[in-house]
């Protein structure tokens, strides 16, 4: 028989890849200022590059997945992110631009993201694990342990060794992916659906139903992001908390409460109703919101950012539950889709919260405010799905 504890084992592994990519780079940024005198507009750029590389790779995904094969292309996931890791540590260095060499590695890497994320998700929706929305919920909680790995260890490193130790940090963290490889290349991998029956892209674009699992994955996307990537600056603002405090208190904090909500979903998911805890999490989002952008209480607008991380942890993987329950047949195209609709979402929602607190004199609080908007739009879109659902049993 199969051992499908090794194709999860590979999966996780995966995600925590993925989390090491999208988090390590950001912890530098500071020291590729200082160090190679590259200005903090160019710097911004890097966190560019890496989510519109996994914009494009998504739609390659759509395209080309099937053709190339799962464990083919699940292994060059691996392998881009293990040598983009590597490429950080020593291209700024040897070639003549170091910017140029840092946007390669991203670059490199971010392939690998791009691939993982699209990738991962149906091979373990493909397993015949028994309850397959609390397995999903429960891979996803490994990028938020992850996230919360490699921003403590990374920070712990620096500070035994100093910051000039990053790039034997860097190497370090490729030693996962490279590992993993392995891993992918030998476990069991089940296609999602039977070769030249899943959906295509005009065929999932031509169901209505469709487009409200992707506004659904949107404004997961934005509820999440919005949040994660300016907690640490509203630690900061609210608390004048230093930088590396600031990480630990913001971001790192929202991905632990993050992962324990995967966690929760992930051991009593059969004894829960995924759209009521969808429901009950898009609540909860906007009350932490509420908190962040109304409360003069720094303690209370603090605890609004760590609370939203477990309101928002059960929104990406539900969604995928979700769409793969509606949609039986839609293969890779409807996971790449998903996955592009995702990064879409933490994509601009990060932008528009920073676009209003910029408009409003650096307060970020009316940021926080207007980034209230995903949350209600996505209890819309639940609110939508739960009626369908009721009509179609």
């Given at each position: 028989m199969p051992d499908y504890k090794k194709t999860k084992l590979a999966c996780y592994l995966g995600f925590i890849t993925q989390a090491i990519a999208a988090n390590f780079a950001p912890l530098l940024f500071l020291k590729f200022h200082k160090d190679y005198g590259i200005s903090l507009g160019n710097i911004a750029l890097i966190s560019t590059v890496f989510f519109f590389t996994q914009l494009l790779v998504d739609l390659f995904c759509a395209k080309f997945?099937?053709?190339?094969?799962?464990?083919?292309?699940?292994?060059?996931?691996?392998?881009?992110?293990?040598?983009?890791?590597?490429?950080?540590?020593?291209?700024?260095?040897?070639?003549?631009?170091?910017f140029s060499g840092i946007l390669i590695s991203v670059t490199v890497y971010a392939v690998g993201c791009g691939l993982i994320e699209v990738l991962v998700s149906p091979i373990i929706e493909a397993c015949p694990f028994e309850n397959k929305e609390a397995t999903m919920?429960?891979?996803?909680?490994?990028?938020?342990?992850?996230s919360v790995g490699t921003i403590v260890l990374s920070t712990l490193f620096f500070k035994l060794f100093g910051m000039d130790s990053w790039r034997w940090v860097a190497v370090l963290w490729s030693v996962i992916p490279a590992a993993n490889i392995l891993n992918f290349a030998t476990c069991p991998i089940v296609p999602i659906v039977e070769e030249g029956k899943g959906m295509g892209i005009r065929q999932l674009g031509k169901r209505p139903l469709f487009w409200v699992s992707i506004c659904l994955m949107i404004c997961a996307g934005a509820s999440e992001?919005?949040?994660?990537?300016?907690?640490?600056?509203?630690?900061?603002?609210?608390?004048?908390?230093?930088?590396?405090?600031?990480?630990?208190?913001?971001?790192?904090?929202?991905?632990?409460?993050?992962?324990?909500?995967r966690i929760i979903f992930g051991k009593y998911g059969e004894k829960l109703d995924l759209m009521k805890f969808m429901l009950g999490s898009g609540a909860l989002c906007v009350v932490c919101y509420l908190m962040a952008s109304i409360s003069d209480n720094p303690v209370i607008g603090l605890a609004g950012c760590i609370l939203c991380g477990f309101s928002v942890g059960i929104m990406w993987p539900g969604t995928i539950s979700i769409s793969s329950k509606k949609f039986p047949a839609g293969g890779?195209?409807?996971?790449?889709?998903?996955?592009?609709?995702?990064?879409?979402?933490?994509?601009?929602?990060?932008?528009?919260?920073?676009?209003?607190?910029?408009?409003?004199?650096?307060?970020?609080?009316?940021?926080?405010?207007?980034?209230?908007?995903?949350?209600?739009?996505?209890?819309l879109m639940l609110i939508i799905l739960s009626r369908t659902a009721v009509r179609n049993e």
């Open positions: 997945v099937d053709r190339i094969g799962y464990r083919i292309s699940i292994i060059v996931s691996e392998a881009c992110s293990a040598a983009g890791l590597v490429g950080l540590a020593f291209l700024p260095d040897i070639i003549p631009n170091a919920s429960l891979l996803h909680s490994f990028y938020c342990w992850g992001l919005a949040m994660a990537q300016w907690a640490s600056a509203y630690a900061e603002a609210a608390l004048g908390l230093s930088k590396a405090l600031g990480d630990l208190t913001g971001p790192c904090m929202f991905a632990v409460t993050m992962g324990i909500s890779t195209a409807m996971f790449a889709l998903l996955a592009m609709a995702g990064d879409l979402g933490g994509s601009i929602g990060p932008a528009i919260v920073g676009r209003i607190t910029q408009y409003a004199g650096d307060d970020i609080r009316i940021g926080m405010g207007v980034g209230l908007i995903f949350p209600l739009v996505l209890i």
